[in-house]
């Protein structure tokens, strides 16, 4: 039987990361934010990705955010951001 993972915060990272999901100005990492504080807070990263945030997300992607998070904390979390080379010539 596979065990669910969990995450324990201390306060200043609870605080970083609240103030991240209320005021930070990219939506992808208010969204992420609120995925590892749900997580904290005993929710799945399952029931996360499907039900715990605006709109559904893959599992496997809630579970790497989750994974950047453990890595790095928030610098991860930022590091690994979505959308590829947003420079790159056609």
């Known amino acids: 039987m596979r065990r669910q993972r969990t995450l ?5 990272q609870r605080e970083e990361l609240i103030d991240h999901r209320d005021h930070d100005p990219r939506p992808d990492m208010r969204v992420r934010c ?3 504080l749900k997580i904290a807070d005993g929710k799945s990263p399952y029931w996360v990705a499907r039900e715990g945030l605006l709109k559904p997300h893959h599992p496997d992607t809630v579970y790497g955010w989750l994974n950047h998070y453990e890595d790095g904390g928030l610098d991860q ?3 690994h951001r979505h959308g590829g080379n947003r420079y790159a010539p056609f």
């Open 8 to 12: 324990t915060l201390s306060l200043d």
């Open 77 to 79: 979390l930022l590091e």
């Open 34 to 36: 609120a995925a590892i």
